[in-house]
């Protein structure tokens, strides 16, 4: 399976979403997250989109095989999207879409993980960040955040609770 990236330039993802799945072999999202909000006193997590401006095609076509099927297609809505071609960000690395497809639950939500931080150490008890915490750079336990070192986009930020710390 490769991963492609649309840029995004005017608001039209769902639309460009809604052409991919409706083409054979490829199938498009925006990635959401979890986000915690406090609003007038009311504490919860919403969903929101991850990266707004960008539509991320999965498909079974390889780099050549999809520039020729779709070379066309980007050419006429050139001005409103655009593929991402500078350097591997085109098609993600196998690692960063083996990190992407375990961040993500079925419907390409990261969902928010639950830790504690015990010695300066943090330890992810639930949710798609277990076993990843080698990754995490940086905790915003205020926002409930934490920013994973990535070549993609240089750094994932994701949902995580730190119950407490020790």
Do not use: C
Not at 29 to 53: A, H, Q, S, T
Not at 101 to 124: A, F, P, T, Y
Request: overall charge positive; hydrophobic content about 40%.
């Amino acid at each position: 399976m490769y991963w492609y990236i649309v840029h995004i330039k005017l608001e039209r993802s769902s639309k460009l979403v809604k052409f991919f799945n409706q083409q054979n072999n490829t199938i498009a999202f925006v990635p959401k997250m979890e986000r915690w909000y406090n609003i007038k006193g009311k504490k919860n997590y919403i969903i929101k989109d991850l990266y707004p401006d960008y539509v991320f095609i999965k498909s079974e076509m390889d780099q050549l095989e999809f520039n020729e099927r779709f070379k066309e297609f980007f050419k006429s809505i050139d001005g409103i999207a655009q593929l991402l071609e500078f350097e591997d960000v085109y098609v993600l690395k196998t690692e960063e879409q083996i990190l992407m497809e375990r961040l993500l639950d079925n419907k390409n939500i990261i969902r928010h993980s639950v830790g504690n931080i015990v010695n300066s150490k943090l330890i992810v008890e639930k949710g798609p960040l277990v076993n990843l915490e080698n990754k995490v750079i940086k905790i915003d336990r205020h926002q409930r955040l934490a920013v994973l070192k990535s070549d993609f986009f240089n750094k994932i930020t994701v949902p995580l609770e730190v119950v407490s710390k020790s």
